[in-house]
Each structure stands twice: as structure tokens, then as C-alpha cells.
């Protein structure tokens, strides 16, 4: 996995450990993830900015380990019996917005108990969610906690290269030079951005050129404003 870059970005729902590219911001996650199952507990918090490859990363591992992947809000402790008997290991998606704090220690001590595994998915570190069960906070607090980072130039552009690919459309280097040194440096601008041009060249039958690019970022300058 180390050779390869992670990405959850594509225009494609591409899920399989050749599509991930390991880089300084998510090297730390990939490195735990490679440790399982000598976690040394039950559970593993994951967190990171929108579009960073979490998911992606959580699919890896869910075909790795089987688990079972549900949203935070899904859960109850009535349905951790049933999200328990279909496997040992668990993926819970979004904590921190919302979660039944009950069902969560529940599911934790059970999943504890079995041998089994839980990671936790939040676009924020456990030390920020809201969680007022002493119990559930003090398992919490003492799980390992890993966070996907920002990305370099190197890897935003990276991630280009592959949305454009993904649509199968080339892209000349000025011009990805011409996008980093304007766009904001997240993943998930990077997938609006080229997203956009791919709209924007369609449309107007155009390749994708320096003039197209600016244009792009300054009506999606523009919309961004206009939510202010």
C-alpha cells in the first residue's frame, strides 16, 4: 500500500487499494490502518477535512476486515445487536453529529468483548466531539486517534491529474500549474474545480486552456461570495 497514492475523489466510485496514493499528510492513517488487527484496543478514530479519502480508506479496511459500514446516525442500541451479527468489525461514519452516545457505548463494550473492532469516522478529533456520557468519553479519550492532513502541492496535484483522468480528459502541465498557484489547497475544491471545468468544457466545446480556468475560478469565486 505504501507505493500507492489514496484517493476518494474520483469521478468514479473506485474503491480498491491500487487507487489509494500515500503521501505526508495521510502516511500516519494508512500506517494504523496496515497495523490491524494489533490495534491495542477495539477502537481506531479517523478524522480528517470533506473529500480527504476517509471513506475510501474505511472501504479498504471494511474489505480487509469484512466490517460493516453504517452512518452515526444509524445507530441505536436496539440496532447494535443486529449491526453486531453481521460481523466482528465495524465502521461508524460521521461521529460527533449527533450520535446516540448510549448505542455507541454499547456497541464499544460489545464489540470489546467479541474481539472485534470499531472505526470511527469524523471530520473533527475525538477530543473535539460532544460527548457527555463519562463512560463512552473516557474509552474515547483513550482510543488512538489518527488524522488525515491538508495536502502539499504534490499531492493536490496528484489528485488533479486523477479527476481529469478519471473523465478522460487530458490536461496540458501549464495549465495545472496555472490551477495550483489559484485554488484553495483541499481536496474538496479540487473536485468542484475540475468538476466545473468539465461542465464548463462541455458546454462551450472547449479544452480545457488557462483563459477556461480562469474563468471557472472566478465564477465559483463568485457563488462562494454570493453564500456569504
Not at 474503491?15 to 490491524?36: H, K, Q
Not at 494489533?38 to 480487509?64: E, Q, S, Y
Not at 464489540?111 to 460527548?131: D, F, K, N, Q
Request: proline residues 5%.
Amino acid at each position: 500500500m505504501t507505493e500507492q497514492l489514496v484517493l476518494d475523489l474520483g469521478h468514479r466510485s473506485a474503491r480498491g487499494i491500487e487507487d489509494f496514493l500515500v503521501a505526508p499528510c495521510n502516511r500516519d492513517a494508512v500506517a494504523w490502518l496496515d497495523r490491524w488487527p494489533d490495534w491495542p484496543g477495539p477502537v481506531l478514530a479517523l478524522h480528517g477535512p470533506a473529500a480527504c479519502g476517509k471513506t475510501h480508506l474505511a472501504h479498504i479496511w471494511m474489505n480487509r476486515s469484512a466490517a460493516r459500514l453504517l452512518k452515526a446516525n444509524e445507530l441505536s442500541v436496539a440496532s447494535s445487536y443486529r449491526f453486531l451479527a453481521d460481523g466482528l468489525n465495524i465502521i461508524v461514519d460521521d461521529v460527533g453529529a449527533g450520535v446516540d452516545e448510549r448505542a455507541l457505548l454499547h456497541l464499544y463494550n460489545m464489540v470489546g468483548e467479541a474481539g472485534g473492532h470499531i472505526l470511527l469516522l469524523s471530520p473533527i478529533p475525538p477530543a473535539r466531539w460532544t460527548i457527555g456520557l463519562a463512560d463512552l468519553r473516557s474509552r474515547l479519550n483513550a482510543a488512538p486517534a489518527v488524522s488525515i492532513g491538508w495536502p502539499d502541492d504534490a499531492l493536490i496535484g496528484a489528485v488533479l491529474v486523477k479527476l481529469f483522468a478519471d473523465r478522460q480528459m487530458t490536461v496540458e502541465g501549464e495549465v495545472l500549474v496555472y490551477m495550483l498557484a489559484r485554488m484553495e489547497r483541499s481536496f474538496a475544491s479540487a473536485k468542484m474545480l475540475v468538476t466545473a471545468l468539465d461542465r464548463s468544457a462541455l458546454a462551450a466545446h472547449r479544452r480545457i486552456t488557462i483563459p477556461l480556468v480562469r474563468e471557472v475560478l472566478a465564477a465559483l469565486n463568485e457563488s462562494e461570495i454570493g453564500r456569504d
